[in-house]
């Protein structure tokens, strides 16, 4: 089987459907893939929404588990997927028409262990509207890339708009952490420290479903995606100190881990209300990963040391800073 495409669900009923039809319009014969549904515990009517889907072909099949995260649905999906290859489109979003048979074939013949593509993100209304119309995609383009490149250019950890080759997933022993979320971040980054041969291309893939609450909507922000947000920069920082990593590499983890750290500090900032709070959660990062360093000039340094010794103040004068 070429294909195995997962699918946590957790209370979506509103987009789960739309999200199924599309994988349905991907030009792909049932018999090379399978859908591997995996309801997370939901409690409104997502299932139902799809039933007549689930009904109406033979290559889906369902996982039933208590709520236990998205992370842990992802792992039992891999778990007993079978294709070459594997991807985990959220249930929100949408397969842009067609554009999957493409990077598959790509990815069948190349052999990577990682082909990512684009993606465009739209609100509701902008998605109501493309149901009588079709993305129109770029002249495409695919390029081959080392892992070191991958990782300077990394910039959003999603997993959703990717191929991950599931060899390369089982022999590597890679996984999401287990009840947090966020968990995009570090696996997407040991994913791309450990590949050999990664493509890249301008395909659009999919359609992110932008303006309603998610794990990473930054309107929903809170102590506790602050606490797994933490607990992911944590885990990242642990990679750069992986037997064998290059100089280079370690320094490209770095690099886009520091953006993911700011963003960190201006949700804190922005919807954390308490001081205390804010405070208390980034002594937790520490606690968590204690030689967490960004040293790559002397505004940096002066950071590490202030936001260690004196929190409160470091947040106070990036707050000062950021609202310039």
């Not at 987009?15 to 515990?41: A, W």
């Not at 069948?108 to 262990?113: F, I, S, W």
């Not at 590597?172 to 952490?177: G, P, Q, R, T, V």
Request: hydrophobic residues 40%.
């Amino acid at each position: 089987m070429d294909l195995s495409i997962i699918v946590p669900v957790y209370n979506v009923e509103e987009y789960v459907r739309p999200c199924l039809e599309s994988i349905f319009k991907q030009d792909l014969d049932d018999s090379r893939f399978e859908v591997i549904i995996v309801n997370d515990g939901s409690t409104d009517r997502s299932m139902e929404m799809i039933a007549d889907i689930i009904q109406a072909h033979s290559n889906i099949t369902v996982i039933n588990q208590e709520n236990l995260s998205l992370s842990v649905a992802r792992n039992n999906g891999i778990a007993v997927a079978k294709g070459e290859y594997i991807i985990m489109p959220d249930s929100d979003d949408l397969l842009t028409e067609n554009s999957l048979s493409i990077l598959l074939d790509k990815a069948l013949e190349t052999k990577a262990d990682i082909v990512e593509a684009n993606y465009l993100i739209m609100n509701n209304q902008e998605i109501d509207e493309l149901s009588n119309g079709r993305i129109e995609q770029p002249n495409m383009l695919f390029r081959n890339m080392t892992s070191l490149e991958s990782l300077n250019e990394l910039k959003a950890c999603y997993v959703w708009n990717k191929l991950f080759r599931r060899s390369f997933i089982i022999d590597n022993h890679l996984s999401f952490i287990p009840g947090i979320r966020f968990q995009d971040i570090p696996f997407t980054h040991e994913c791309y420290l450990k590949a050999t041969k990664c493509i890249k291309t301008n395909l659009i893939l999919n359609v992110y479903r932008k303006g309603h609450c998610s794990a990473s909507a930054p309107n929903s922000f809170n102590m506790e995606k602050a606490h797994d947000l933490c607990t992911a920069i944590a885990a990242t920082w642990e990679l750069t100190k992986s037997e064998g990593i290059t100089p280079e590499a370690r320094k490209a983890i770095i690099k886009s881990l520091l953006g993911t750290y700011y963003n960190l500090i201006y949700r804190l900032l922005k919807y954390i209300n308490k001081v205390t709070d804010r405070v208390n959660m980034l002594r937790f990062l520490y606690t968590l990963a204690p030689d967490l360093r960004f040293s790559n000039n002397i505004k940096q340094r002066i950071g590490n040391w202030l936001s260690r010794k004196a929190p409160r103040q470091y947040l106070a004068i990036l707050s000062v800073r950021w609202k310039k």
